[in-house]
């Protein structure tokens, strides 16, 4: 029973980004953090050009990708839907699995599916360098490899903890010709705040993004970059599930669940929001489940509150499920996944019924990525393994149930860089970082209080 791969032509790679705000609008949008008011484009163009910042607030279902950026998307685009026979038959399980396959593009994960989208933009507008963070490296990857393309400067902030958990991944982007360094830093004013707080302090996605906006605050040439949890972002990914439905037709089948890892969104929204879209026109039901860290629970443990995007409030208000953006969550692998909140669309589609959420622990994870390589020979992501967990769980309970039902889950990125991870887990060394609830508890004592929410 070997592997089947479902492959389009060049000629299919999307021509439009699919917007989910046009299907699911907003009930709570996001608010300038000055005034409590809606955020208007003029908010926003301080930080991002205009093209982006319409599309932030935008209601149009469909728009329109740039030729030269789907000239990019060429070179890993459209990619592969595999169906995972060899890990059915180690699983002896009826269910159908699929994984959609983001680890060939050149920075290995989804992440350039909206880093080349957001270079492409700045560039015309005359921005010199982009400003961002990055947790694993994945984010800041990819977005290193889209400046090396459009000429721009990068300088990426990453989380401390992981920058020393992943040399490899920082090398990457000073391959690209990026500058990165720890978070947090005494190259900026929320860093050396933090840093006097807790000199030891291993950082966060949070804090990590307060540094890269105060950067981008204080010069008119350069932008910030976010790799996830903002509506754009969401939008730009949507290649992914769009290209998914496509090739499910190939496959003569159409998914009963949808899987994605969540930490800001990204991932998840890109695969699920196509299917989702399509069901709230009239289309099949699908059911979605959202996978995150038990240690990082923001879809499961956070509360639905307009709370800050970065650890100092500079970032507009987004109602959002959240442990609160002063959370600093502890050392897990998936550093992509360490974010105290989440998209606002996803946590729409939570409350809405939409989706599930499901919390999974770093050892019972990294066990399923141990499955996954032996069986399909793709070393996982130690964020994708989340999303595997998960789908094996499902195959099994189908299995336990005599049923057969079609399983879909994002393989978002290679663990290439990973390997040390995997290393500790194989001797035994990996240990499941528990849920802080009082440090949680803390967090969210510190919510902005906005009014009339």
């Not at 005034?35 to 093209?51: R, W």
């Not at 998840?268 to 059911?287: I, M, N, S």
């Amino acid at each position: 029973m070997d592997t089947i791969k479902y492959q389009l032509g060049d000629d299919q790679i999307p021509t439009t980004w699919y917007n989910l705000a046009a299907d699911l609008p907003l009930l709570s949008p996001a608010l300038h953090p000055g005034t409590g008011e809606p955020a208007t484009v003029a908010d926003l163009v301080g930080i991002m050009p205009k093209e982006l910042a319409e599309q932030e607030l935008s209601l149009e279902r469909e728009i329109e990708i740039p030729a030269v950026v789907r000239q990019i998307y060429a070179q890993w685009r459209p990619s592969p839907l595999f169906r995972a026979r060899r890990l059915e038959q180690a699983l002896d399980t009826p269910a159908r699995i699929y994984y959609k396959y983001e680890g060939g593009s050149p920075a290995g994960s989804h992440k350039p599916n909206t880093a080349i989208a957001q270079a492409f933009y700045n560039k015309a507008a005359g921005i010199r360098r982009l400003a961002t963070e990055t947790g694993a490296g994945q984010w800041g990857s990819a977005l290193s490899l889209a400046g090396a393309f459009f000429g721009l400067e990068v300088k990426v902030f990453m989380v401390q903890v992981s920058y020393h958990q992943k040399p490899y991944r920082r090398a990457l982007m000073q391959t690209y010709g990026a500058t990165c360094v720890p978070s947090p830093s005494m190259e900026t004013a929320a860093g050396r705040g933090i840093l006097a707080q807790d000199p030891d302090c291993p950082g966060s996605l949070g804090i990590a993004t307060s540094e890269a906006i105060e950067v981008a605050m204080n010069d008119p040439f350069t932008n910030y970059a976010g790799g996830s949890v903002l509506n754009h972002v969401a939008l730009h990914q949507s290649v992914i599930g769009q290209e998914a439905l496509r090739q499910l037709e190939l496959a003569e089948d159409y998914p009963d669940i949808v899987i994605g890892a969540a930490g800001g969104g990204s991932n998840l929204a890109g695969l699920a929001f196509p299917f989702l879209g399509r069901q709230l026109r009239g289309g099949a039901r699908v059911r979605v489940i959202a996978a995150e860290p038990v240690a990082c629970p923001s879809l499961t443990r956070g509360q639905i509150a307009y709370d800050f995007g970065d650890a100092t409030g500079l970032t507009p208000l987004l109602k959002m499920h959240t442990l609160g953006h002063s959370f600093v969550p502890p050392a897990i692998h998936a550093g992509g996944l360490r974010y105290h909140g989440i998209a606002p669309l996803v946590s729409q589609a939570l409350q809405d019924g939409l989706l599930e959420a499901r919390a999974v622990p770093q050892s019972r994870c990294f066990e399923a990525g141990l499955l996954f390589a032996r069986s399909e020979g793709i070393v996982p992501a130690p964020e994708s393994t989340h999303a595997i967990r998960v789908a094996v769980d499902e195959a099994l309970r189908l299995k336990a149930e005599g049923r057969s039902q079609a399983i879909v889950f994002g393989l978002s990125g290679h663990g290439h860089f990973d390997l040390g991870a995997y290393e500790r887990h194989l001797a035994g060394e990996l240990v499941d970082e528990a849920y802080d609830a009082e440090s949680v508890a803390r967090s969210l004592a510190e919510l902005p209080t906005v009014a009339g929410s």
